[in-house]
């Protein structure tokens, strides 16, 4: 396959198949009331079915399949505090529920080496080719923090990544998370540093307990040197497309070109769909598609096509997979081939300029509060 017919890398781990998250209710242990128990939301067929539509759709001709690997446990103390480190290796070891939704089966730690490891490689690929690279992982990483497990989240493949990538040389990284939750934990272990560059896009659900302090909103914005390298973009629950798409031209574009990232990493999660069932937004498959399409112009227009994306959350574990194929479609300049089974939610765009208007007004007061202080 030569570089013209190839428009994206994939970066694939089988290991990433073996971290058994089991059945319960939904996320939460099993109820003996229920004869029918409902496999964990975070489960291995997400990502079977997200590789098996990038191979057998539209786009395999043109992808190149490539083998990851285990991170190193120095890789991971890049943003992970070494002690925790270690109490996530004995949990894998001997298995642990660390909250309420967020277990660690016994023999998961091959599997969390080979998403931290892999996103690195990915990392790297793209520094090295200036071409989109995509890895396929699971368990997701954004709401892991340096010292604390969260969301399903042991270790941060994202914040790892763009940590290697600074201790490789970078200036500046960028990191856009348009998962539906917030990326507090991608928050938390950049927020007084000034070279990686963190916004989220996400639903506006708040701190929701220990694991999860950061509220996600606009008023955390950084801390010492820090301070404005932090964007939160909390959007209103039942947010479609076009509420997206006009936060990401207002807000996320103009902050990106100020930054000018040399490298820009999306962590992917497509759990912001209107049938994902951890979310409570409307976004289609054109949204997702445009966002990527958004994403790969400004890596081509700031850092040299230089772009990695990670794959976060999307639990839905049919439409996922769709929503996967058509952003992978935008980050490689490709228009959409694959139609939306399921978009039936039309987009309100008068309702996503007042929406946005009023999401502007906060991030530009909560700046100038910051510089008052």
């Known amino acids: 396959m030569s570089r013209d017919d190839t428009v994206l890398d994939v970066f694939w781990h089988d290991d990433g198949l073996f971290h058994d998250t089991g059945y319960g209710l939904f996320e939460v242990a099993a109820s003996p009331l229920l004869t029918v128990q409902s496999a964990h939301p975070e489960n291995a067929d997400r990502i079977r079915n997200i590789k098996s539509i990038l191979q057998r759709g539209p786009l395999a001709p043109r992808l190149a399949w490539h083998t990851g690997r285990h991170a190193s446990e120095q890789e991971l103390g890049l943003f992970h505090d070494a002690a925790y480190i270690g109490e996530i290796k004995q949990g894998a070891r001997e298995g642990r529920r660390f909250t309420a939704t967020t277990l660690l089966p016994a023999g998961s730690w091959p599997a969390l080496l080979a998403a931290a490891g892999t996103s690195i490689e990915a990392g790297r690929h793209t520094r090295r080719s200036g071409r989109p690279a995509y890895a396929l992982v699971r368990p997701p990483g954004h709401h892991a923090a340096p010292s604390v497990v969260d ?6 493949n994202v914040g790892i990544a763009a940590a290697e990538a600074v201790a490789s040389g970078l200036a500046r990284v960028a990191v856009v998370d348009w998962d539906v939750h917030h990326g507090n934990g991608t928050q938390e272990g950049f927020y007084a540093r000034d070279d990686v560059l963190t916004i989220s896009l996400h639903m506006d659900h708040g701190a929701w307990g220990a694991t999860h302090r950061q509220s996600g909103s606009v008023h955390e914005r950084g801390a010492g040197k820090g301070t404005g390298f932090n964007l939160n973009l909390p959007l209103p629950m039942g947010s479609t497309d076009s509420t997206y798409l006009f936060a990401f031209d207002t807000l996320v574009v103009p902050r990106l070109r100020a930054f000018r990232p040399e490298l820009i990493i999306v962590a992917l999660g497509v759990d912001a769909s209107q049938f994902d069932p951890n979310g409570r937004q409307l976004v289609t498959m054109a949204g997702f598609h445009a966002l990527a399409m958004r994403t790969r112009a400004l890596a081509d227009e700031l850092c040299g096509g230089r772009l990695l994306i990670v794959q976060e959350g999307g639990y839905n574990i049919a439409y996922t997979a769709f929503c996967v194929h058509a952003s992978l479609e935008g980050f490689a300049r490709l228009p959409s081939s694959l139609p939306d ?27 100038l509060e910051t510089r008052r202080a």
């Open 341 to 367: 089974p399921l978009a039936y939610m039309p987009a309100a765009e008068e309702r996503a300029r007042a929406d946005v208007a009023v999401l502007q007004a906060a991030v530009q007061s909560a700046a």
């Open 151 to 156: 969301g399903y989240c042991f270790f941060n």
